[in-house]
């Protein structure tokens, strides 16, 4: 982004002095504001295909059988991750626009891994996994964890190759 301070120096630069206030209300008069940039996990072409394809699959199902599905996932939450904010120049409502968001990936410094799940019944247990976590380490997990959620009747669908 562009800042204020920046403007007025391309203003000096070809020989005219704008004072920042100025400069600010021309923004806000056009509508555009100073805003921090919001954080969203990068989606690729192939994640926005997959989530369109199980929405359009799923788009008549009912509501009793969404509160038999059980979902489960896992993050990694950095410790020493960045913090800073980056401020946007936007207009109203356009605050998730990719131009106005930080893509972030799951990768960095010190960091610890969890897993969870939830139904239309409550959440399960939040469990730390130690180490990577690679297909053995997740299956392990949800044989460990899913039995107690699968007694509320809760189904369990799985990505391929998942299946505890």
């Given at each position: 982004m562009v800042t204020l301070d920046e403007l007025q120096g391309f203003?000096?630069?070809v020989g005219e002095s704008v004072h920042r206030t100025t400069i600010s209300h021309v923004l806000h008069k056009v509508g555009l504001h100073g805003r921090v940039a919001r954080r969203k996990p990068l989606l690729t072409d192939k994640h926005k295909k997959s989530r369109l394809q199980?929405?359009?699959s799923h788009v008549g199902d009912t509501a009793n059988m969404w509160k038999?599905?059980?979902w489960s996932d896992e993050t990694k939450i950095e410790l020493f991750g960045q913090n800073t904010k980056h401020y946007v120049w936007q207009k109203t409502n356009t605050a998730h626009h990719s131009e106005h968001t930080i893509p972030t990936v799951k990768y960095g410094g010190g960091s610890i891994m969890?897993?969870?799940?939830?139904?239309s019944a409550g959440t399960g247990k939040l469990v730390r996994a130690d180490g990577?976590?690679?297909?053995?380490?997740?299956?392990?997990?949800m044989e460990e964890n899913l039995l107690e959620r699968l007694e509320t009747g809760a189904e369990v669908h799985l990505p391929a190759g998942q299946r505890p």
């Amino acid at each position: 982004m562009v800042t204020l301070d920046e403007l007025q120096g391309f203003a000096a630069q070809v020989g005219e002095s704008v004072h920042r206030t100025t400069i600010s209300h021309v923004l806000h008069k056009v509508g555009l504001h100073g805003r921090v940039a919001r954080r969203k996990p990068l989606l690729t072409d192939k994640h926005k295909k997959s989530r369109l394809q199980f929405a359009t699959s799923h788009v008549g199902d009912t509501a009793n059988m969404w509160k038999k599905m059980l979902w489960s996932d896992e993050t990694k939450i950095e410790l020493f991750g960045q913090n800073t904010k980056h401020y946007v120049w936007q207009k109203t409502n356009t605050a998730h626009h990719s131009e106005h968001t930080i893509p972030t990936v799951k990768y960095g410094g010190g960091s610890i891994m969890l897993w969870g799940c939830f139904s239309s019944a409550g959440t399960g247990k939040l469990v730390r996994a130690d180490g990577k976590m690679d297909g053995a380490k997740y299956r392990a997990i949800m044989e460990e964890n899913l039995l107690e959620r699968l007694e509320t009747g809760a189904e369990v669908h799985l990505p391929a190759g998942q299946r505890p």
